[in-house]
Structure formats: structure tokens, C-alpha cells
């Protein structure tokens, strides 16, 4: 008698552990992707915001504002990975208002400071931080 009991238990234990395993991965919200704007030329030779915090999976919309033209080159000098700061430039000049382009931070990003710039106008401080969490 003590067996099934304790078989009783061991299975309602068991029932238990299985319904919170599948009830989490059930209702569990999958992180949702974040999507930032960040404005190149925003009244003058800026971006803005200049410092912007993402995290992986998240995805930065880059769209022309004035005193074109404007692109987006990250520093492989002063970035945590240098390979993906390069693989994140978008070295194409940006003309027309309001033109976009997206950057797409990878799921595999290392977290850090990545310094970017407008090759046009970076000695006029064009520069701006883009911080992977």
C-alpha cells in the first residue's frame, strides 16, 4: 500500500513539473525587436540622436535629413569587433530626403560602444555611439 502511494506522489509530482515546463514555454512572450531611428543631419551636421542603446536582434533605421549627402561608416579602431563594425558601414551616400537605410544588429553582437560616422562630414563632428547592450 505504502508503494502505490508513494508511486501516487511520485507521479503527481512528476504531472506537476511537466504542466510548469510546458505552461513557461507556452506563455512566454518571445522578446519583441526594437526599431530605432536615428536622423543623419538633423538640424545641421549631427545625428540624433548621437547615442543610441540596442540589443541584438534590434534593428537601427538610418534616414536622411538635411545638408545631404550622408552615409554611416562605424570605426573598426574604436569598437568592441571590428569586423562587425565593418560589416555594419554603410559606405553608400545617402541624396535624397528622407532616404532610408537599415542596419541590423545580429543576434551574436558584441556588447559595447561601436563610434560611427558621415564620411562627408565627420570633421565637422558628424560622429555618433551606438551602445550593444
Not at 504531472?15 to 505552461?23: F, M
Not at 543631419?41 to 535629413?65: I, M, R, Y
Amino acid at each position: 500500500m505504502r508503494f502505490i502511494s508513494s508511486l501516487s506522489k511520485s507521479i503527481a509530482l512528476l504531472a506537476c513539473v511537466v504542466t510548469l515546463v510546458i505552461g513557461s514555454l507556452v506563455f512566454s512572450a518571445p522578446a519583441k525587436a526594437a526599431n530605432i531611428t536615428v536622423t543623419m543631419g538633423a538640424g545641421g551636421l549631427q545625428f540624433s540622436p548621437k547615442k543610441v542603446t540596442v540589443k541584438p536582434g534590434d534593428t537601427v533605421t538610418f534616414k536622411n535629413g538635411m545638408l545631404a549627402p550622408h552615409n554611416v561608416i562605424f570605426n573598426p579602431g574604436n569598437s568592441p569587433d571590428p569586423s562587425l563594425s565593418k560589416a555594419l558601414s554603410h559606405k553608400q551616400l545617402a541624396y535624397k530626403p528622407a532616404e532610408t537605410f537599415d542596419l541590423n544588429i545580429p543576434a551574436d553582437a558584441k556588447s559595447g560602444d561601436y563610434e560611427f560616422f558621415c564620411t562627408p562630414h565627420r570633421g565637422a563632428g558628424m560622429v555618433g555611439h551606438l551602445i550593444v547592450e
